[in-house]
């Protein structure tokens, strides 16, 4: 059973960083492409930042230049650093990959983020 597993959110001042992890377990195949999704308050939940198995990231425009999605496949983790925090990045962050080889999909239970103004 893939189970995913994120870490990192927490409360910061606008300007500040932070970085999100996402350990995942259960056996999956190497064609993968894991993600960062958000969810504020009141709206749809969006995509933030993909990456796929081969490194190539994907970014929301207003996170770009701000937020640096990576991966490390060794050890089964993607990552989401974020810097310049603004109030409006305010959500609950959730982790997803998608195993091409299986069409199988699978979400973190996410992490809060909060930035105050």
């Known amino acids: 059973q893939v189970q995913l597993v994120e870490s990192g959110g927490g409360l910061v001042q606008a300007g500040g960083s932070l970085r999100l992890s996402c350990a995942v377990s259960?056996?999956?195949?190497?064609?993968?492409?894991m993600g960062w999704y958000r969810q504020a308050p009141g709206k749809q939940r969006e995509s933030v930042a993909i990456?796929?198995?081969?490194?190539?990231?994907n970014y929301v425009n207003s996170v770009k230049g701000r937020f640096t999605i990576s991966r490390d496949n060794a050890k089964n983790t993607v990552y989401l650093q974020m810097v310049s925090l603004k109030p409006e990045d305010t959500a609950v962050y959730y982790c997803?990959?998608?195993?091409?080889?299986?069409?199988?999909?699978?979400w973190g239970q996410g992490t809060q983020v909060t930035v105050s103004s």
């Open positions: 990456i796929s198995s081969g490194g190539n990231p």
């Open positions: 259960g056996r999956t195949s190497s064609i993968t492409a």
């Open positions: 997803n990959l998608y195993d091409f080889t299986y069409s199988r999909e699978y």
